[in-house]
């Protein structure tokens, strides 16, 4: 199993002053990810077959972190429907 690969880390804006917000957003894969189509049939109560077919999708899952650990004093705000995406606001 291969760990997962940083593809790129941007923040914008690059620079802010005191008390202002940057956003740093960090995107990664795990290169052993796989996506396969699963094809079958369904069968409703009155007999009807149809054919059927879902997407697969099996991964690691993904975890980001993104700590101060210098005491800057820096406030980091991870946003909750978007994981890889941080808010940091300057002390």
Not at 34 to 54: E, F, R, S, Y
Request: aromatic fraction near 4%; charge should be negative.
């Amino acid at each position: 199993m291969a760990i997962p690969i940083i593809d790129n880390i941007q923040v914008v804006p690059s620079v802010i002053a005191p008390g202002e917000t940057a956003v740093l957003t960090i995107t990664a894969h795990d290169p052993d990810s796989q996506v396969g189509l699963l094809t079958g049939t369904v069968t409703d109560l009155a007999g009807n077959v149809k054919a059927a077919q879902v997407s697969l999708t099996v991964q690691d899952i993904l975890s980001y972190a993104l700590e101060d650990t210098d005491g800057v004093g820096f406030t980091i705000i991870q946003r909750p429907a978007e994981p890889n995406v941080f808010d940091i606001t300057a002390p």
